[in-house]
């Protein structure tokens, strides 16, 4: 079935440091991409998607492209912030009927000021 | 905006009893799910429902049950609590279109 896979954290930076998160995904068919954060104490936030190839998702400062050659939705920002800490979990759906979601293991970021 | 909540955000039973977690979305969405999230698992689909009464098992159903008797609410049964059920439930609703889920502030549940 389908399944994705995070980079393993915890990932501890310092304030303004370059982030990435890796995702990789296993799919039959061709699915939508989400990044979700969970800020502490709080439910899942969408953060930002992409549903087909060469796309790229954007939102508050993040990235990810999806990149169907490698089967992959890496987020990326490119200074981050105190404010940034949290747990992001990397996510698809396929496309037809309910459009259920998988998603990967979660990665919990720390930013240091 | 949209706006899932549910019932409890903790909440602590005994072994054996039956709980139920509520779920109410205010966007006449049609397609409502739970979760439960574990550490180093990420969240794993419970049961979702695409419409009233009708309901479907997702990877991990088995110990729980699901009722949608009205559209905006989606209730999540533990018929006989186990330890290994200790977990956060996290309830999610989508509509057709976009193709996003909301999801409401989680319940951390502790059976004892």
């Known amino acids: 079935g389908d399944s994705v896979t995070q980079m393993e954290g915890p990932v501890t930076l310092s304030e303004e440091a370059f982030l990435t998160i890796n995702c990789t995904y296993t799919a039959t068919g061709y699915p939508s991409l989400f990044w979700y954060v969970q800020y502490p104490g709080e439910g899942l936030q969408l953060l930002l998607k992409a549903t087909k190839a060469d796309d790229k998702g954007s939102n508050k400062g993040f990235e990810a492209t999806y990149r169907k050659e490698t089967t992959s939705f890496h987020l990326e920002k490119g200074s981050v912030q105190v404010s940034d800490s949290a747990v992001y979990f990397c996510?698809?759906?396929?496309?037809?009927?309910?459009?259920?979601?998988?998603f990967g293991q979660g990665t919990r970021l720390t930013i240091n000021p | 905006d949209v706006k899932v909540t549910q019932s409890s955000r903790y909440l602590v039973k005994r072994t054996g009893e039956k709980v139920f977690l509520e779920c109410v979305q205010d966007m006449d969405h049609e397609n409502m799910f739970w979760y439960r999230q574990d550490p180093g698992l990420g969240l794993r689909l419970i049961y979702f429902s695409y419409d009233v009464k009708m309901k479907e098992k997702g990877d991990i159903p088995e110990g729980y049950s699901v009722s949608r008797e009205k559209k905006e609410r989606f209730s999540l049964i533990l018929e006989s609590a186990s330890t290994n059920q200790t977990s956060m439930y996290l309830c999610?609703?989508?509509?057709?279109?976009?193709?996003?889920?909301?999801f409401g502030p989680g319940t951390r549940l502790t059976v004892l």
């Open positions: 996510a698809l759906s396929d496309v037809q009927g309910a459009q259920k979601l998988v």
């Open positions: 999610a609703s989508r509509g057709q279109v976009p193709d996003t889920q909301y």
